[in-house]
């Protein structure tokens, strides 16, 4: 959350769909009821299965990036087994924000304890 004000939510999450941790942008709404919200992350899931169908041919996937009328959301495997999930105001220069995810990735991954 704090890599741009303009983040609305973000959740780490297994293959499975199980949620590792959330949160939420203080003040803002969710569009999506609990149920929409479980539905979009196992979609999500099955994005990314399929995209590491083809992965061996050119490459892994670094992120997804969808625009709607109302908001962003970028997806983008933390390791085999886990996909960080942000959502953001339509307005957001999403540019940044999955620059910033991606660094952060990359300091976790050389940290002896995971952290930055």
Same mark, same amino acid.
């Given at each position: 959350?704090?890599?741009?004000?303009?983040?609305?939510?973000?959740?780490?999450?297994?293959?499975?769909?199980?949620?590792?941790? &959330?949160?939420?942008?203080?003040?803002?709404?969710?569009?999506? &009821?609990?149920?929409?919200?479980?539905? &979009?992350?196992?979609?999500?899931?099955?994005?990314?299965? &399929?995209?590491?169908?083809?992965?061996?041919?050119?490459?892994?996937?670094?992120?997804?990036?969808?625009?709607?009328?109302?908001?962003?959301?970028?997806?983008?495997?933390?390791?085999?087994?886990?996909?960080?999930?942000?959502?953001?105001?339509?307005?957001?220069?999403?540019?940044?924000?999955?620059?910033?995810?991606?660094?952060?990735?990359?300091?976790?991954?050389?940290?002896?304890?995971?952290?930055?």
């Amino acid at each position: 959350m704090a890599l741009d004000p303009k983040i609305r939510f973000a959740t780490i999450f297994d293959m499975n769909g199980n949620v590792m941790t &959330s949160g939420h942008r203080k003040g803002v709404q969710n569009l999506l &009821s609990a149920e929409e919200s479980q539905k &979009s992350l196992q979609l999500a899931i099955n994005a990314w299965k &399929s995209r590491n169908e083809v992965s061996g041919k050119i490459g892994k996937g670094k992120y997804a990036l969808v625009e709607y009328e109302k908001l962003k959301r970028i997806t983008m495997p933390l390791d085999e087994d886990h996909i960080l999930y942000i959502t953001t105001d339509v307005e957001a220069d999403h540019a940044p924000i999955i620059y910033r995810a991606l660094r952060l990735k990359q300091d976790m991954l050389h940290t002896p304890d995971g952290m930055p």
